[in-house]
């Protein structure tokens, strides 16, 4: 009877279907550090007053930042980078960057940088470590050195784009 | 090919003779051989010839694997029955309804997500073997599937900024979304006894279109199963009763 030999390969391969069943494969990302990443820019306006956006440029001065309630300096001296990365809390709507720029006579100038966001909770599997993701509502500045501060990619999370250009008065 | 009978065989009297072939099926009278002309076509087996019909009769069923899954106390699982109409032997359109579920904690982490969400599929199996009636089917098979659900992910632990310094817990529950898919399927099946037919089959599933919460993918999707990395697979192991 025919039934008796399909029988003995149905359950060999329900056999092998159940073994197949618990294998499981995890791919956490390893870089997963979520950050928002600066670039530093030369306010360039061409003959009708509109910003000439591109121009990157590297700071000169000391650079030190400061995350108002973090009480902590996130970079300390900076010099000669044409960006940064800062950590971005993971409960407050509204971040507070503190930039003070040393030169070499030792003049300091300040600006403040406010990033209002809305944050969300994102995981890629249960067994990856959860991560907050943020969403860039808006952004405003002082005007000290800070020009003009434009919003590239409203997304933070840890994918490494832009998500802000910083231009800063040309000396003319 | 249309009917045929023998009734100069050596090996076959007049009275054995019966008409051995129609659309599809060989049937005969006992156990002696049939030619056409000097070619032999079929083996007698003593079966009693059977006709079929456009519309050949409807089958209901349950996959056990799930039930087997369940039993060995796995993290997900799927239930699933099965109703499918019998078109002529060939054709099987089929309709699967299932429930699946799953709560799964991370390794290493107590992160928790779990999720209990209806499934439906609809497609068409093609039985390969339609001209053999000896009661086994190797079928080639396509299926629709869709899945709406809600899904919870959950920890024990607080999430701490270690920046700021500041701590919440993390419970987020009823994130919605729903997928669709499609499987094509390969499997086999035999009678068993009387209206009784077993049968397994393997499934290669590709996701179409998905729409998930923000926060993040579901880590299994009822229907569908574990979340594939490009094309997933799967299967089943059914009971079937033909009525």
Redo the contacts between chains.
Sequence with gaps: M??MK??R??YT??FL??CM?GC????CPLNNTVESVYGFYAATYDEDGLLQTGTSVGVGDTLTVT?L??D?I?LNRLTGQSGMKL?V????DTDTVELAFTDTLNRTGRDTIWISKRN???????????H?WHKVLGIRSTHNLIDTVLVTNPEINYDGLENFQIYFHVAQ | MLAIGLSTSQNVSAQQVVVVETDSIVVSADSTLVAEGSKVVGKLTGKKERKIHFINGFGVGADL?GL??KGFS?DNTMLEVMARVNIKERFFPVFELGLGEAD??????N???SIRAPFFRIGCDYNIRYKHA???RFFAGLRYGFSAYKYD?D?PDL?T????N?S?P?H?HDLSGNAQWLELVFG?E????SIVR???D?RFKFLLHEKTD???EP?FIPGLG?RP?GIGWG?S?KVMFDI
């Design positions: 025919v039934p399909r029988g390969e149905i391969l329900l279907l159940l069943v499981e494969n995890i791919s995350l309630g973090a902590s996130i950590p809390s993971f409960y407050q969300t909770h994102h995981w890629d599997d249960p067994s990856c470590p959860v907050i | 694997l087997i899954q796995s799964h904690e991370g390794r290493d982490l992160n928790r997500f000896d009661g086994n992910l920890s999430l900024d270690p920046v700021w500041t919440q993390f987020l086999l035999t009678r068993v006894w077993a049968g397994w393997v923000e926060v993040g880590w574990k990395d299967g192991f």
